[in-house]
DNA sequence: TAAAATAGTGAACATTGAGTAACTTAAAAT
DNA sequence: ATTTTAAGTTACTCAATGTTCACTATTTTA
């Protein structure tokens, strides 16, 4: 092969540029919302034209699709890890959060969750909706089975995973990458703070750095 | 005066019905997110058509602004609240806290938060985004007296009240009056688990009514 | 009762933004 | 070199929706 394969074949490049399409149109839907946000803006950060996006994806709705795919996989992969390092049903959930929202505020950019009601149309939403509870059974498996192991106090499952979402999902609402906080500081302290709520022995300090660093940080949002 | 002032004057009239349109504006602007939400769909709600609203709000970037106002207006009362009933700085969080959850998803019935960065505009995004900070503020300077007086741990006062903050804005996205569950009992559970996460000594059992129930409750969000 | 203010309607207007069609250039294959 | 395929652009259509205007009905006031 040329150049030892070190040059990716059109089919790969394809799949290249879907991804970069679905990073930058992440953070958009994120920070404008599905209505809000237009395919010219998402085109202009990529420095092509509205159409050339056409190429790489159906239309809007199966953009917006991808996103939430995309996100529900990292997901997914991370609670894989969870599950297989962890001991107890508390560090499951621990090390499969974080890396979950690492990879949220890291790699992929502060992309999207905030589901719009209606904002995913037809069959697409379907399958999102399917994979989100999916998602969450999951969850609320690995809550109950850290009642039963003794790591979690008894607690009604749903409540926990929602408060524990809901914190994470915050995080892209005013996580700046270019603030001081790494996305590694910022999802090992959310995550020990958020899980400490139910744990069946929470410590009795913070370990992570964010909470041991002495200085005030600004309140600001990124907006 | 005529019928005992029990007939509302035609000022009081405009405001009642200001208050209509917002507190059904905030469902709206909440589930479908404000560039989802459309003026026909507030005004179907109140069976008026939409022209009709504009007698009563200047133009959609003022409703939305009116419904954060609201919003806000409220977490702040229930924070003067728990300031004045509260003893230690975790007990004012608590109680303020509960209040405010409490009347988001009852009486104001799950209204809006989410700020989709640039849907409000102009000097109404910037009246709001002060009101927020100086709101977010307010729970800080309460964290850092808890962490005075012993009843929350050493912690970053920026990363606790936005990990709380994502929690009860959340729960708004899959709270359904419907449901089985109260906004009290919803909001007492809620509240006890996410200040438990940086309480001093926290409890070894939770509990909220919730917490105590013995069921299996439904994953399932209201979309 | 007549006049004036209030509350609301329906039609029209302007803008925005998703999606499409025809054309242009660049690259690859024969 | 010529043809074919890929990638992208410009110019357009069309639907949705915020906003305004002129008009009607109703209520209040004088």
Same mark, same amino acid.
């Given at each position: 092969?040329?150049?030892?394969?070190?040059?990716?074949?059109? /089919?790969?490049?394809? #799949?290249? *540029?879907?991804?970069?399409?679905?990073?930058e149109a992440a953070q958009v839907f994120n920070r404008r919302g599905s209505h809000g946000t237009t395919l010219d803006e998402v085109a202009e950060r990529?420095?092509?034209?509205k159409?050339?996006? @056409?190429? @790489?994806?159906?239309?809007k709705n199966?953009l917006l @699709? &991808?996103c939430?795919?995309?996100?529900?996989?990292?997901?997914?992969?991370?609670?894989?890890?969870?599950?297989?390092?962890?001991? /107890?049903?508390?560090? $499951?959930?621990?090390?499969?959060? *974080?890396?979950?929202?690492?990879?949220?505020?890291?790699? %992929?950019?502060?992309p999207v969750i905030i589901l719009e009601e209606k904002a995913l149309?037809?069959?697409?939403? +379907? *399958?999102?909706?399917?994979?989100?509870?999916?998602?969450?059974?999951?969850?609320? +498996?690995?809550?109950? #089975?850290?009642? +039963?192991?003794?790591?979690?106090?008894?607690?009604?499952?749903? &409540?926990?995973?929602?408060? %524990?979402?809901?914190?994470?999902?915050?995080?892209t609402k005013? @996580? =700046?990458?270019?603030?001081?906080? /790494?996305?590694? #500081?910022? =999802?090992?302290? %959310?995550?020990? &703070?958020?899980?400490?709520?139910?744990?069946?022995?929470?410590?009795?300090? &913070?370990?992570?750095?964010?909470?041991?660093?002495?200085?005030?940080?600004? /309140? $600001?949002?990124n907006n």
């Amino acid at each position: 092969m040329r150049w030892a394969n070190a040059i990716p074949t059109p /089919t790969e490049q394809l #799949e290249i *540029k879907r991804q970069a399409i679905i990073r930058e149109a992440a953070q958009v839907f994120n920070r404008r919302g599905s209505h809000g946000t237009t395919l010219d803006e998402v085109a202009e950060r990529l420095a092509v034209t509205k159409t050339a996006l @056409y190429r @790489y994806v159906k239309n809007k709705n199966h953009l917006l @699709y &991808l996103c939430h795919k995309e996100a529900m996989d990292i997901a997914a992969q991370n609670m894989d890890i969870g599950e297989a390092e962890g001991q /107890t049903g508390l560090e $499951k959930i621990q090390i499969g959060m *974080k890396g979950y929202l690492r990879e949220m505020v890291g790699t %992929m950019g502060v992309p999207v969750i905030i589901l719009e009601e209606k904002a995913l149309t037809g069959d697409e939403a +379907k *399958k999102i909706i399917a994979i989100r509870d999916t998602f969450e059974t999951r969850m609320r +498996k690995l809550v109950n #089975e850290g009642v +039963k192991d003794g790591s979690i106090v008894p607690i009604n499952s749903k &409540l926990a995973i929602f408060a %524990m979402l809901g914190a994470v999902h915050w995080v892209t609402k005013w @996580y =700046s990458p270019s603030g001081v906080w /790494t996305p590694e #500081e910022v =999802s090992d302290a %959310m995550i020990e &703070l958020v899980t400490r709520g139910f744990a069946a022995s929470p410590s009795k300090q &913070l370990t992570a750095d964010i909470h041991l660093a002495p200085m005030p940080q600004s /309140t $600001k949002h990124n907006n």
